[in-house]
């Protein structure tokens, strides 16, 4: 009989397909305003908050973090298994408004990098008196 070809249908070969790990699939950047500032949360799972890295050039935002990770075991002074695992993330945006990057803040909580950065003076909404027309 020829060799065994696997077939679409074959149950143990879905169970070893590749799959989308945790990490990939809540990478992501939401962008919200608020009167004062304007805010941006990115998805930097098992990074350390001492790897991130947040920059504010004109108007552009960028978020970097890359994280290494080893798992080493030893038997003796002969390596057995040594597994490194590097994990990363880059995000870049223009920003809606312009803003005051001196006063920027940033904090890192449960995987998630929030910036905060207040808007300019001319970017924050004016209240403009109504009045009635006289005759």
Same mark, same amino acid.
């Given at each position: 009989?020829?060799?065994?070809?696997?077939?679409?249908?074959?149950?143990?070969?879905?169970?070893?397909?590749?799959? @989308?790990?945790?990490?990939?699939?809540?990478?992501?950047?939401?962008?919200?305003?608020?009167?004062?500032?304007?805010?941006? !949360?990115?998805?930097?799972?098992? @990074?350390?908050?001492?790897?991130?890295?947040?920059? @504010?050039?004109?108007?552009?935002?960028? @978020?970097?973090?890359?994280?290494?990770e080893t798992d080493?075991?030893?038997?003796?002074?002969?390596?057995?298994?040594?597994?490194?695992?590097?994990?990363?993330?880059?995000?870049?945006?223009?920003?809606?408004?312009?803003?005051?990057?001196?006063?920027?803040?940033?904090?890192?909580?449960?995987?998630?990098?929030?910036?905060?950065?207040? !808007?300019?003076?001319?970017?924050?909404?004016?209240?403009?008196?109504?009045? !009635?027309?006289?005759?």
């Amino acid at each position: 009989m020829g060799p065994w070809w696997p077939s679409v249908f074959d149950d143990d070969l879905w169970n070893n397909w590749p799959s @989308i790990s945790d990490d990939a699939a809540l990478s992501g950047m939401d962008i919200y305003e608020t009167d004062d500032h304007v805010v941006v !949360k990115a998805q930097v799972p098992g @990074i350390k908050e001492e790897n991130v890295k947040v920059t @504010i050039e004109g108007n552009v935002l960028t @978020i970097s973090a890359s994280q290494e990770e080893t798992d080493e075991e030893k038997e003796g002074k002969k390596t057995v298994y040594k597994s490194t695992c590097q994990k990363s993330f880059n995000y870049s945006t223009s920003l809606p408004r312009m803003v005051d990057a001196s006063q920027a803040e940033a904090e890192v909580e449960n995987g998630v990098v929030e910036i905060k950065v207040p !808007k300019t003076e001319e970017e924050k909404p004016k209240q403009i008196e109504v009045k !009635k027309k006289l005759k």
